[in-house]
């Protein structure tokens, strides 16, 4: 990797009185005069002038060379990202925010108000967010998140929004469609990804709560992919829409910790990311009313060593189209459409934690046939990949200094 020789601190006065004022939300309080904290900002923001760029890293991959934009740091755990219409993004913050971003001019002082109440504990908090294809004309979002139930108990959940016109970013009509009925005190495995279906119908992957059984059952939610319309309905085509042998909203069963779910451009098919336990995260093509496998298959073993289930393969569960051995811990996924990298065409991509890198995998026919891997160690945990229409591929890092960054072609 080289780096750019630009300057690699914040390159605009609003970034850095965004920053500031963050800060000061947050409760870092700074026990000096305030008339000194702004003789300070004066003098950072005459060394630093409003012209720097942003700081960029040149990267060697198989199919050439890339860039890496560094947009905006400064962020508590980012989980979701979202681009509006108008190029703005959308990021979520696991312990309960969402901020509203200008990549042109990219701060932390627009912070979008009225989300839903958040059980922040554990793995649980505000995790993703979509924009719907129709954001235009109805201003429309989608969230998932942990909801608080009684007693200390939390469940997955998802919720529809408009985000108001005018003024700063405030949610109206706030929504549940989708609230897991069995909520428990568990700090683990909710997932969880929205995404919007070419029919306009939605995807949301809901994990298994770590009660492994619950993944099994067809009138348990957790551990499932659900599909439901845009007002939390029910699918005339679910498997399970007359209720009968499953619950209505489940489109596909036997899934572990699902947190990544792309559509692929070609085909409008559903793909989706899991983590196993040690060893055994999977990429799956889930169809409608098919069993994948957890916990009576599975490519990894207990964290002791021990054996989970039957072994890898049993008749009428699916088999992943690709997992790994040993565990990258998988999170986002997004199918590359964009223009800047042209070669990267139609590659499915996947961000990795405990591995901190990102994955290319190439798919033929339906099939994963090749992997790169990429970035190692270089910007550490990766929580979220997206292809969005400017053409770019976008992650955002997992830490409490989490970061917005931007993938292009080499200038």
């Given at each position: ?66 860039q ?33 971003v ?41 969230l ?14 998802l ?25 428990t ?50 699918p ?11 619950s ?19 085909t ?81 991509f ?38 969005f ?23």
């Amino acid at each position: 990797m080289s780096t750019d020789p630009s300057p690699s601190l914040p390159q605009e006065k609003g970034h850095i009185l965004g920053i500031v004022e963050t800060a000061w939300k947050r409760g870092f309080k700074v026990q000096v005069p305030k008339f000194v904290l702004v003789q300070i900002l004066l003098a950072i923001l005459a060394v630093f002038p409003a012209s720097a760029e942003n700081k960029i890293d040149i990267h060697e991959t198989e199919l050439g060379r890339v860039q890496v934009e560094h947009v905006l740091g400064g962020l508590d755990h980012p989980w979701g990202l979202a681009m509006l219409p108008d190029g703005k993004l959308l990021v979520t913050e696991r312990p309960g925010a969402m901020y509203m971003v200008d990549p042109e001019n990219p701060t932390l002082d627009r912070e979008v108000k009225g989300l839903p109440r958040v059980w922040v504990k554990g793995q649980g908090g505000l995790l993703d967010v979509a924009v719907d294809p129709d954001f235009a004309k109805n201003r429309t979002i989608y969230l998932t998140f942990s909801e608080p139930g009684p007693a200390g108990t939390a469940g997955t959940a998802l919720a529809s929004a408009q985000i108001s016109p005018v003024g700063l970013p405030r949610l109206q009509n706030l929504k549940i469609l989708y609230s897991m009925k069995l909520k428990t005190k568990n700090v683990i495995h909710f997932g969880s990804r929205v995404t919007v279906a070419p029919d306009g119908t939605l995807f949301v992957t809901v994990s298994d709560r770590g009660r492994r059984k619950r993944a099994q059952d067809p009138f348990d939610t957790a551990g499932s992919v659900l599909r439901v319309t845009k007002d939390g309905g029910i699918p005339s085509d679910n498997p399970f829409a007359d209720g009968k042998n499953g619950s209505p909203l489940i489109w596909s069963i036997g899934h572990r910790s699902v947190q990544g779910a792309a559509i692929e451009p070609a085909t409008g098919e559903l793909w989706t990311l899991e983590h196993g336990a040690k060893g055994g995260d999977e990429v799956n093509r889930p169809e409608i009313g098919r069993n994948y496998g957890w916990p009576t298959i599975s490519y990894g073993v207990n964290y002791d060593g021990t054996k989970i289930g039957e072994g890898t393969h049993k008749e009428g569960l699916e088999q992943p189209k690709h997992y790994w051995d040993p565990s990258i811990a998988p999170s986002g996924l997004a199918f590359y459409d964009g223009s800047e990298i042209p070669q990267w065409q139609g590659n499915l991509f996947v961000g990795a934690l405990k591995f901190q890198l990102l994955s290319r995998l190439t798919i033929k026919d339906g099939e994963v046939v090749a992997e790169e891997q990429m970035f190692e160690g270089e910007y550490g945990r990766i929580r979220d990949v997206r292809s969005f229409p400017d053409g770019a591929l976008w992650l955002i890092t997992d830490s409490d200094e989490g970061e917005i960054l931007r993938v292009t072609g080499d200038k």
